[in-house]
């Protein structure tokens, strides 16, 4: 119940970005890892490595995950198992699969590496590492929150299996290096799922009244309903407004930028036939010799939208190669 209505992986799934395979990658990571343990089968790298090199072709998001896992299981006794041919060869298999990722970026100066630093120099917001674990309540929900927390203290200090330990290491590693390299705050909510899963199994044996256990899963439904028109688009737009000022919360971007009365991903949502016109007439004032070469230039969440818009008349194909660049994203509202 709280991966099903958490905030986060509600709005992942509207998004439909490439975080929204995250959750389900590094919870399947942690999945391989136990029954590594379990099994005492070291063929079960193969399946870890696949599964990064599935995650690393959406996003890389997944590596800083496999590294900091990699310290935690220093820390238990599958630390043994790095020693074996298997775990070298998952690497290698999810090197082989992410190699023609890797070869595009390479042609291709490296586009991932200017972004990164882009986002790291001053477009994220700066947070300190009290406000960056704040930040993760809104991500899971404050309910969820205590039991993702209760999953690290079952990890950390009452394993029911000793890989279990890996997982409050990485998560403590990922939130310092996330914050201190201005990451955003929602880098880390990939962890929450198999968080939740220890939390959820601690609490469990704690709660052993079944009125108790139907009282906990109520209120995390309850709060999971109320901020659900905070990432699912279920209500018209002037009664979101309303129920945003009644609540008195505005989710932030985590950048630096002027937002409206609609949050940032709600906003992108709207405007795509009138920006579609506006290029089209643009594209059509530039001299014909200029229009052959004509380039949309446009930020990240504009670019992805209008491939849901019919292409106007007249206005440049996707693929053109060009050298004149159509200045609309600065100005468009």
């Known amino acids: 119940m709280c991966v099903v209505l958490g ?5 992942d799934g509207v998004l439909f970005s490439t975080d929204m ?23 079960w790298w193969l399946a870890f490595g696949a599964i990064a090199g599935v995650s690393l072709n959406t996003k890389y998001l997944i590596g800083f995950y496999v590294v900091a896992l990699a310290v935690g299981l220093l820390a238990t006794p599958q630390r043994r198992s790095l020693l074996h041919r298997w775990v070298y060869l ?66 950390a200090v009452r394993p029911k299996l000793a890989v ?8 403590l590693i990922l939130l310092l ?7 955003k705050a929602y880098y880390l909510s990939a962890i929450y799922p198999t968080l939740l899963v220890f939390g959820a199994v601690q609490i469990e044996h704690w709660l052993v009244n079944a009125m108790a256990r139907a009282a906990a899963l109520a209120g ?20 979101f407004i309303r129920y945003q000022k009644a609540v008195g919360y505005m989710p932030s971007a985590g950048e630096h930028q002027r937002l409206g009365v609609l949050p940032q991903y709600y906003a992108d949502m709207f405007g795509w036939p009138e920006m ?49 660049l159509l200045p609309l994203g600065a100005s468009w509202p």
């Open 90 to 155: 998952g690497a290698l298999l999810a090197g082989l699969m992410l190699l023609p990722n890797l070869l595009w970026q390479q042609a291709h100066g490296w586009p991932f590496i200017e972004f990164g630093n882009g986002s790291a120099s001053g477009k994220n917001i700066e947070m300190s590492p009290l406000a960056f674990f704040l930040q993760q309540a809104t991500f899971t929900g404050p309910l969820a929150m205590i039991v993702w927390l209760c999953g690290l203290w079952a990890g």
């Open 177 to 183: 290096a996330f914050d201190a390299s201005h990451g």
């Open 276 to 324: 579609a016109a506006r290029i089209a007439t643009v594209y059509g004032s530039l001299p014909p010799q200029n229009r052959a070469r004509g380039v949309l230039r446009q930020q990240l969440r504009r670019g992805c939208g209008d491939r849901r818009v019919r292409r106007p008349p007249g206005s440049p194909a996707r693929h053109q190669r060009a050298q004149q």
């Open 21 to 43: 395979f995250q959750a389900l990658t590094w919870l399947a990571l942690g999945w391989v890892l136990v029954r590594l343990e379990q099994t005492g089968d070291g063929r």
């Open 7 to 11: 905030p986060m992986f509600l709005l």
């Open 220 to 239: 995390v439904a309850v709060l999971g309903a109320l901020v659900a028109p905070f990432t699912l688009p279920i209500l018209p737009v002037d009664v």
């Open 164 to 171: 279990a330990r890996a997982f409050p290491i990485a998560w």
